[in-house]
T-cell receptor
Framework: QKEVEQNSGPLSVPEGAIASLNCTYS??????FFWYRQYSGKSPELIMS????GDKEDGRFTAQLNKASQYVSLLIRDSQPSDSATYLC????????????FGKGMKLTVNP | DGGITQSPKYLFRKEGQNVTLSCEQN?????MYWYRQDPGQGLRLIYY???????QKGDIAEGYSVSREKKESFPLTVTSAQKNPTAFYLC????????????FGQGTRLTVV
């Protein structure tokens, strides 16, 4: 099993809808979790980090972490066409190393 | 402005040639990383360094080499041993303290001609 699994999609939602992106991971000891947004041809941009169980909200974005079930999700409320991008889930695995492991990403399209 | 600078933005390599990609950061970060991204794929870790003069192989280190002589700099050399080097290369850094956030440079697109 890969360390970080994302449904590669693509996911298409209408403008104004809620987009839900999910990620599961295999290393139960993983401590830190991140969501990056990557526009086509550009480098990834950090949009959310979450370190403890529960929800973390930042504007239209909510990250949810459930360590018992080993999943992390990102909700985008009131989706806008400018949210159309690939969303990458990442984590730091157990073991004290600072390396960052990424999922393959989910392409989101928000239709006007 | 603080940030991570990668150069060049585009690079063309002939068969059998070594090329070096530059990555410089002025964020005073301890940890630096190199990733490779192929079309439609996620990021795969090539090398990472948590401290000056030390670095570790990632998942796909074969055909690549790095150095970390200064805290600010983490150059990546793509050697002739790397058989399929055409890809988008991304450098990142973090402060290296307990799984903190990593930030990326703008990337270098390498093409073999």
């Amino acid at each position: 099993q890969k360390e970080v699994e994302q449904n590669s999609g693509p996911l298409s939602v209408p403008e104004g809808a809620i987009a839900s992106l999910n990620c599961t991971y295999s290393d139960r000891g993983s401590q830190s979790f991140f969501w990056y947004r990557q526009y086509s041809g550009k480098s990834p941009e950090l949009i959310m980090s979450i370190y403890s169980n529960g929800d973390k909200e930042d504007g239209r974005f909510t990250a949810q972490l459930n360590k018992a079930s080993q999943y992390v999700s990102l909700l985008i409320r009131d989706s806008q066409p400018s949210d159309s991008a690939t969303y990458l889930c990442a984590l730091t695995p157990q073991g004290g190393s600072e390396k960052l492991v990424f999922g393959k990403g989910m392409k989101l399209t928000v239709n006007p | 402005d603080g940030g991570i600078t990668q150069s060049p933005k585009y690079l063309f390599r002939k068969e059998g040639q070594n090329v070096t990609l530059s990555c410089e950061q002025n964020l005073n970060h301890d940890a630096m990383y190199w990733y490779r991204q192929d079309p439609g794929q996620g990021l795969r870790l090539i090398y990472y360094s948590q401290i000056v003069n030390d670095f570790q192989k990632g998942d796909i280190a074969e055909g690549y080499s790095v150095s970390r002589e200064k805290k600010e700099s983490f150059p990546l050399t793509v050697t002739s041993a790397q058989k399929n080097p055409t890809a988008f290369y991304l450098c990142a850094s973090s402060d290296g303290q307990g799984g903190t956030e990593a930030f990326f440079g703008q990337g270098t697109r390498l093409t073999v001609v």
